[in-house]
């Protein structure tokens, strides 16, 4: 059994006048982890064969694309970048195929009204390319069936033609509670006209 000493031992507490001593290289794992993070991040972010560049040209393309078949250039990067992530869930070879189709109309220096003979002649694997981006815009939906997504509904292109004179409608066509009745049930009443 041993016998415990009273005194206490002494702690070391910083004070505004009191400069800490570090050994030498105390900090040198944590830094160079830190320097060696930073590197690989910044050559990843600046290289050009990097993966991380690779959503930024979908992207570009893809609104390129769009522009070029909507013969708009007032399209929205924003909603651009939510249709396309959205056909990407559909179909993850989607921005692939939307950049070769620009790619290649870029190239061929192809006029919107001959593109639909071209795709069919030349590059038939992109023919469904350009429905897909064009329902997307206009229609706001990507997908089809039980697959079918709404994306946009008054920012879509098919209410933005028409938005001087007309709005969209809302989803509830009646009074404020009227979807809470079955709508296939209704009792029509003629109103007198007052002549």
């Known amino acids: 059994m041993g016998v415990k000493s009273s005194t206490p031992t002494s702690t070391f507490v910083p004070t505004m006048n009191t400069i800490p001593q570090f050994t030498p290289g105390g900090f040198a794992p944590q830094r160079r982890l830190l320097l060696g993070g930073a590197l690989a991040v910044s050559v990843a972010y600046l290289a050009p064969w990097s993966r991380a560049a690779e959503p930024a040209a979908d992207a570009s393309r893809f609104m390129a694309l769009s522009r070029y078949l909507t013969e708009r250039d007032d399209l929205s990067a924003r909603q651009g970048a939510r249709l ?3 056909l990407q869930a559909l179909d993850a070879q989607f921005g692939a195929q939307a950049a070769a189709l620009w ?6 220096h192809v006029p919107l009204a001959q593109l639909n003979e071209r795709l069919k002649a030349d590059k038939p694997e992109l023919a469904a390319v350009p429905a897909a981006v ?14 079918a997504k709404a994306l946009a509904y008054e920012f879509a292109l098919n209410a933005q033609v028409v938005s001087d004179k007309l709005k969209p409608p809302t989803y509830s066509y009646g009074l404020y509670g009227s979807w809470t009745s079955n709508p296939t049930t209704f009792n029509l009443q003629r109103v007198p006209v007052q002549t």
């Open 84 to 86: 396309l992530a959205g």
């Open 103 to 108: 790619q290649w109309i870029d190239s061929q």
């Open 134 to 147: 064009m329902q997307a815009w206009y229609l706001g939906i990507v997908g089809a069936g039980k697959q």
